[in-house]
C-alpha cells in the first residue's frame, strides 16, 4: 500500500466524518450546551436574586426586630408612667383618707373631752353640793338655819 492511497483515505474519512459530525451532531450538541448555559445563567441569576431577597428579609426583620423593640420600650414606658400616676393616686387617696380619719377622731376624741369636762363638772358640782349640805348639817343648828330662812324671805319680799 501506498502511504499517498493511505492518507488520501484518511483524509476522506475525516472530511466526511467531520460532515456527519456538522450536519447530525454539530448543531444538537451546541443547542444543548447553549441550554445548558442558560440553565447555570439562570441558576446563578436566580441564585443572586435569592441572595438578595434574603438581604431584604433580613433587612426587613431587623426592622421589624427594631420595630417591635421599639413598641415593647413604649409599652414599659407606658406602664411606667400608669403605674406612677395609680401609685400618686393611691397616694393622693391614701392621704385623703388618713386627713379624714385624723379629722374624725380629733372631733371625736374633742367631743369625748367635752362631755368628760362635763361629766366632771357636775360630779364636782354634786360633790360640793354635798360636802356642802354636809358642813352646813354640821355647823348650822335649828335656830341659825331658821333665821337665814327668815333672812332670805325677807329678801325675797
Known sequence: ???TATL???MITFVIFVWFIKAYLWEPLTQAMEDRTNKISEGLA?????EKRIEEANIEYN???EEAKQKASDVISMAQQQSGLMIDDAKST??????KIISL???QITQDVNIAKDQLRNDISRIAVECAEKIIKAEINE???KAIFDDA???LK
Open 1 to 3: 500500500m501506498n502511504i
Open 153 to 155: 324671805l325677807k329678801e
Open 8 to 10: 488520501f483515505g484518511q
Open 46 to 50: 436566580s441564585a443572586e436574586l435569592g
Open 63 to 65: 426592622k421589624i426586630v
Open 105 to 107: 377622731s380629733n372631733q
Open 94 to 99: 391614701s392621704k385623703k383618707e388618713a386627713d
Open 143 to 145: 335656830e341659825k338655819h
